[in-house]
């Protein structure tokens, strides 16, 4: 491999090619570094926070940051678990996420995170119970922004795979959230079909008529930690 180069992550050597970010050369050699705003095929964004690792004295996204030769990470300890316990704890206070009546449960990779990071009790923050209008103006998707976790795949792939625009952002700070560019989903260029609406990791964007059709025991995280596809390279 021609400029290839190693570095560590948790004292594991790991082979990195020029450009790669810590979370590609990861990858590729079978080592999980949680993450919710990433996805396959979209590029990078370093908005969740949950790749943080410890690389070099720092604190860096995995997901945007550049591998180096003899580079030093630091990803899978108690401390750095514990502070992704937490930014994924403010997810769940800052939305409504009722997993028991919500029709991504077992295949939510929030919920999965939640669960690979431990989270038994949040209750250290206050719950912020959004009210925001549910959209199912469109014929065949829901939008249910109270679950949104403004990770941006679905704006990314709109305008990237979709070149559509469908979504953005409005607001700021905490007031910030996804919307439609149009008075409602019905009334943009919005298919079902469209790759944006195949990248929401939680129950935000709805295909209406599929929801509970998946029996529980064959869900997505019914058989393996998030992440557990990545890591059985390594076996
Ligand atoms: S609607 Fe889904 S994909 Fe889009 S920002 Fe919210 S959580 Fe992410």
Same mark, same amino acid.
């Given at each position: 491999?021609?400029?290839a180069?190693t570095?560590?992550?948790?004292?594991?050597?790991?082979? *990195?090619?020029?450009?790669?970010?810590?979370?590609e *050369?990861?990858? *590729?050699?079978?080592?999980?570094? +949680?993450?919710? #705003?990433? %996805?396959?095929?979209?590029?990078?964004?370093?908005?969740?926070?949950?790749?943080?690792?410890?690389?070099?004295?720092?604190?860096? *996204?995995? #997901?945007?940051?550049?591998?180096e030769?003899?580079?030093?990470?630091?990803?899978?300890?108690?401390a750095?678990?514990?502070?992704r316990?937490?930014?994924?704890?403010?997810?769940?206070?800052?939305?409504?996420?009722?997993?028991?009546?919500?029709?991504?449960?077992?295949? #939510?990779?929030?919920?999965?995170?939640?669960?690979?990071?431990?989270m038994?009790?949040p209750?250290?923050? +206050?719950?912020l119970? +959004?009210?925001?209008a549910?959209?199912?103006s469109? +014929?065949?998707?829901a939008?249910?922004?109270?679950?949104?976790?403004s990770?941006?795949?679905?704006?990314?792939?709109?305008?990237?795979?979709?070149?559509?625009?469908?979504f953005g952002?409005?607001?700021?700070?905490?007031?910030?959230?996804?919307?439609?560019n149009?008075?409602?989903?019905?009334?943009?260029?919005a298919?079902?079909?469209?790759?944006?609406?195949a990248? #929401?990791p939680?129950?935000?964007?709805?295909?209406?008529?599929?929801?509970?059709s998946t029996?529980?025991?064959e869900?997505?995280?019914? %058989?393996?930690?998030?992440?557990h596809?990545?890591?059985?390279?390594?076996?």
């Amino acid at each position: 491999m021609t400029d290839a180069f190693t570095f560590r992550i948790d004292g594991v050597d790991v082979l *990195a090619r020029p450009g790669q970010t810590i979370m590609e *050369a990861a990858d *590729a050699a079978g080592i999980y570094i +949680p993450r919710l #705003c990433d %996805h396959e095929g979209l590029r990078h964004q370093g908005g969740c926070r949950v790749c943080t690792v410890r690389a070099g004295g720092r604190s860096v *996204a995995a #997901c945007t940051q550049p591998a180096e030769p003899g580079l030093d990470v630091e990803n899978d300890t108690p401390a750095r678990n514990r502070i992704r316990r937490d930014l994924v704890e403010m997810l769940f206070h800052e939305g409504n996420h009722l997993c028991p009546i919500c029709e991504k449960s077992g295949n #939510c990779e929030l919920q999965a995170m939640a669960y690979r990071l431990e989270m038994t009790q949040p209750t250290r923050f +206050p719950w912020l119970e +959004p009210c925001r209008a549910l959209d199912a103006s469109h +014929p065949d998707i829901a939008l249910d922004t109270n679950r949104c976790i403004s990770c941006g795949r679905c704006i990314r792939a709109s305008q990237d795979i979709d070149g559509k625009g469908v979504f953005g952002y409005v607001g700021r700070g905490i007031h910030r959230r996804v919307a439609v560019n149009g008075p409602d989903l019905a009334h943009t260029g919005a298919a079902v079909t469209d790759a944006a609406m195949a990248v #929401c990791p939680v129950g935000c964007i709805i295909r209406k008529g599929e929801g509970f059709s998946t029996p529980i025991g064959e869900r997505a995280f019914d %058989h393996g930690l998030i992440g557990h596809e990545i890591e059985e390279k390594r076996k």
